[in-house]
Structures are given as structure tokens and as C-alpha cells.
């Protein structure tokens, strides 16, 4: 559509999961990346042309975006599947798996890096699971290591990092239904 409301150019694809637009390589321009029944990741530039398309494993479905380490300013796929929280280039190929036990099948998740204590980022991720009201909370080192799970008793669909008064250390913002959880390191 343009800005007008008026539609530009429509492709069909089946049964779309979920839509982003992300500077997937760095360039600065922002492509259409998608999901769709067969669990391909799609990528398309600005008129709807297939730039790429590629089937990762896991099942590829609901996703979001995150910004990843060493990636040159260009963003990553993040899933939550099969008991772990992927996180994929536009190509499905797997940078990182993390373990996220009791994450399933029905889990969104998204993510943040965040910097709690002696300057290490910590990658936090919420996985939420709306049909059931509950959201697990993951905090993993860069080596996969998972250093802490919460189970939260309702929808939790937000996560955001936040600077403290402490240099170098922030604080994680996880937005629930009607509040915000604040998590820091408590001295």
C-alpha cells in the first residue's frame, strides 16, 4: 500500500505466519521477511520480489527480531521451538541455539541482549504462550549456557533493556498484561 492507502503490488503465499520488515545484511534498507505454511523463511525487497527463500529446521513459524552480536547492525530471527530459542540469518542458517526447557510448540518468543552485572551480555528471552495466560522467562549466557527460567503466570509480550545509574549495567523491562516486570542485580 502506499501512503494513500492504495495497493501496490499483492503476492500470495500460503497461509503467511507473520510479517517483519529488517535490514537482514547490513545494507541499511529494510527487506519483507515472512513465514508461511511450509516453514520457509521468505525474503523480499520493497516491490514484493522473492530475494530469497529458505526452509530452516525447526518448523519456522511465528518469529521476531533481534539485534545480534558481531552482525554488522543487521538483525536476526529469533524462534521459540522444540524445547530451545533459535536464532537464524535470513538464509535459516542457525547462529545460536539455546536450551528453553518446557518452550514447546506454541511459544512466541522474543528477545534483548542485556548487560545485568561485570559488563557480560546476557541474552533474555520471554516466550510467551497466550492460549494458556503464562510466559517463561530465559537468561542465557553467549555460551548457551541457561543461567535462569521463570515461569510467569500470565502474557508477557514485551522485552525491552533499560540504562541504570550503574555504569554499565541496565535493567530488563518485561511487559505484561496491565504492568511492567523490572529485573536487575540486586548488590
Known amino acids: 500500500m502506499d501512503s494513500q492507502g492504495r495497493k501496490l503490488w499483492e503476492f500470495n503465499d500460503g497461509n503467511v505466519w507473520h510479517v517483519e520488515f529488517a535490514d537482514l545484511d547490513g545494507d541499511g534498507r529494510k527487506k519483507i521477511v515472512h513465514s508461511n505454511a511450509a516453514g520457509e523463511i521468505t525474503v523480499r525487497d520493497g516491490k514484493g520480489k522473492v530475494i530469497s ?6 518448523y519456522f513459524s511465528d518469529f521476531s527480531l533481534i539485534r545480534w552480536p558481531d552482525a554488522g547492525g543487521s538483525e536476526r530471527l529469533l524462534l521459540a521451538k522444540d524445547e530451545a530459542v533459535w536464532v537464524f540469518d535470513a538464509n535459516a542458517k542457525v547462529l545460536a541455539k539455546f536450551p528453553a526447557p518446557d518452550a514447546g510448540e506454541l511459544g512466541f518468543g522474543r528477545g534483548a ?9 546476557i541474552l533474555a528471552t520471554i516466550v510467551d504462550f497466550e492460549n494458556w495466560n503464562r ?37 530488563l523491562m518485561i511487559g505484561c498484561s496491565g504492568k511492567v516486570l523490572e529485573y536487575h542485580i540486586q548488590r
Request: proline residues 8%; positive net charge.
Open 113 to 121: 541482549f542485556v548487560v545485568l552485572k561485570d559488563k557480560k551480555r
Open 53 to 58: 527463500k529458505s526452509r530452516p529446521k525447526p
Open 135 to 171: 510466559s517463561i522467562l530465559y537468561l542465557h549466557d553467549l555460551s548457551g549456557k541457561l543461567l535462569y527460567q521463570e515461569i510467569l503466570p500470565e502474557s508477557c509480550r514485551a522485552i525491552a533493556v533499560v540504562p541504570t545509574e550503574k555504569l554499565h549495567e541496565e535493567s
